[in-house]
Protein backbone atom coordinates (compact mmCIF):
# COMPACT_ATOMS: atom_id res chain seq x y z
CA UNK A 1 0.00 0.00 0.00
CA UNK A 2 1.33 3.33 -1.07
CA UNK A 3 0.15 6.73 0.66
CA UNK A 4 1.07 10.14 -0.08
CA UNK A 5 0.41 13.32 1.38
CA UNK A 6 1.17 16.37 -0.26
CA UNK A 7 1.53 20.34 1.55
CA UNK A 8 2.63 23.43 0.78
CA UNK A 9 -0.52 25.13 -0.96
CA UNK A 10 -1.85 28.38 -0.45
CA UNK A 11 -2.71 31.94 -1.46
CA UNK A 12 -0.22 33.69 -3.41
CA UNK A 13 0.12 36.94 -5.43
CA UNK A 14 0.77 36.58 -9.45
CA UNK A 15 4.69 36.03 -10.16
CA UNK A 16 5.37 34.57 -6.42
CA UNK A 17 6.77 31.22 -5.49
CA UNK A 18 5.61 27.95 -3.58
CA UNK A 19 7.06 25.04 -2.98
CA UNK A 20 5.00 22.14 -2.71
CA UNK A 21 6.11 18.40 -1.29
CA UNK A 22 4.97 15.32 -1.56
CA UNK A 23 5.54 12.31 1.35
CA UNK A 24 5.42 9.10 0.57
CA UNK A 25 4.98 6.04 2.89
CA UNK A 26 4.73 2.11 1.38
CA UNK A 27 6.62 0.49 -1.61
CA UNK A 28 7.80 3.55 -3.50
CA UNK A 29 10.99 1.85 -3.93
CA UNK A 30 12.08 2.38 -8.44
CA UNK A 31 8.23 4.36 -8.72
CA UNK A 32 8.23 7.50 -10.91
CA UNK A 33 6.31 10.79 -9.19
CA UNK A 34 4.32 13.07 -11.08
CA UNK A 35 2.47 15.80 -9.96
CA UNK A 36 -0.93 16.84 -11.56
CA UNK A 37 -3.54 19.45 -11.39
CA UNK A 38 -7.13 20.22 -11.35
CA UNK A 39 -8.95 23.68 -12.06
CA UNK A 40 -13.27 24.19 -11.42
CA UNK A 41 -14.84 22.48 -14.12
CA UNK A 42 -11.33 21.14 -15.70
CA UNK A 43 -10.06 17.97 -16.15
CA UNK A 44 -6.99 16.98 -14.24
CA UNK A 45 -4.05 17.54 -16.20
CA UNK A 46 -0.51 16.59 -15.93
CA UNK A 47 2.42 19.08 -14.78
CA UNK A 48 5.84 17.57 -14.52
CA UNK A 49 6.88 13.71 -13.87
CA UNK A 50 10.46 12.56 -12.60
CA UNK A 51 11.72 9.15 -12.96
CA UNK A 52 13.17 6.86 -9.64
CA UNK A 53 16.97 8.10 -9.96
CA UNK A 54 15.53 11.36 -10.15
CA UNK A 55 17.64 11.54 -13.71
CA UNK A 56 14.99 12.49 -16.02
CA UNK A 57 12.49 14.97 -15.48
CA UNK A 58 9.47 16.43 -17.86
CA UNK A 59 7.31 18.98 -17.90
CA UNK A 60 3.91 20.37 -19.02
CA UNK A 61 4.77 22.86 -21.77
CA UNK A 62 2.29 25.71 -20.13
CA UNK A 63 4.60 25.24 -16.82
CA UNK A 64 8.12 24.81 -18.93
CA UNK A 65 11.11 26.96 -17.27
CA UNK A 66 9.30 28.16 -14.54
CA UNK A 67 8.87 24.73 -12.44
CA UNK A 68 10.73 22.80 -11.03
CA UNK A 69 10.21 18.78 -9.69
CA UNK A 70 12.65 17.52 -7.75
CA UNK A 71 12.79 14.18 -5.02
CA UNK A 72 15.16 13.19 -2.57
CA UNK A 73 14.87 9.45 -1.97
CA UNK A 74 16.17 9.94 1.53
CA UNK A 75 13.26 11.23 3.01
CA UNK A 76 10.93 9.47 0.39
CA UNK A 77 9.92 13.33 -0.70
CA UNK A 78 8.70 14.96 -3.85
CA UNK A 79 8.91 18.40 -4.57
CA UNK A 80 7.28 21.02 -7.36
CA UNK A 81 9.42 24.36 -6.80
CA UNK A 82 6.95 26.91 -8.68
CA UNK A 83 8.26 30.32 -9.58
CA UNK A 84 6.16 33.25 -11.75
CA UNK A 85 3.13 31.98 -10.98
CA UNK A 86 0.07 33.01 -12.95
CA UNK A 87 -3.65 33.54 -12.30
CA UNK A 88 -4.14 30.05 -14.64
CA UNK A 89 -1.92 27.90 -11.95
CA UNK A 90 -4.35 28.26 -9.61
CA UNK A 91 -5.50 24.64 -9.17
CA UNK A 92 -5.68 21.70 -6.68
CA UNK A 93 -2.28 20.12 -7.34
CA UNK A 94 -2.02 16.30 -6.36
CA UNK A 95 0.87 14.24 -6.75
CA UNK A 96 0.72 10.83 -8.09
CA UNK A 97 2.82 7.38 -7.92
CA UNK A 98 2.43 3.97 -9.48
CA UNK A 99 2.46 4.93 -12.97
CA UNK A 100 4.22 6.74 -15.65
CA UNK A 101 3.60 9.29 -18.55
CA UNK A 102 1.30 12.30 -19.03
CA UNK A 103 -2.04 10.23 -18.45
CA UNK A 104 -3.54 10.52 -15.36
CA UNK A 105 -5.62 7.00 -15.38
CA UNK A 106 -1.93 5.91 -16.26
CA UNK A 107 -1.27 6.67 -11.89
CA UNK A 108 -2.78 3.98 -9.35
CA UNK A 109 -1.48 5.97 -6.24
CA UNK A 110 -3.31 9.47 -5.45
CA UNK A 111 -2.40 12.43 -2.60
CA UNK A 112 -5.45 13.99 -1.20
CA UNK A 113 -4.15 17.07 -3.17
CA UNK A 114 -3.30 20.51 -2.05
CA UNK A 115 -4.59 23.96 -2.99
CA UNK A 116 -2.93 26.46 -4.82
CA UNK A 117 -4.62 29.76 -5.56
CA UNK A 118 -2.78 32.57 -7.46
CA UNK A 119 -4.03 36.21 -7.01
CA UNK A 120 -4.09 38.72 -10.10
Known amino acids: QVQLVESGGGLVQAGGSLRLSCAASGRTFGSNMGWFRQAPGKEREFVAG????????YYADSVKGRFTISRDNGKNTVYLQMNSLKPEDTAVYYC??????????????WGQGTQVTVSS
Open 50 to 57: ITWTGGNT
Open 96 to 109: ATGGRGVSAPAYAY
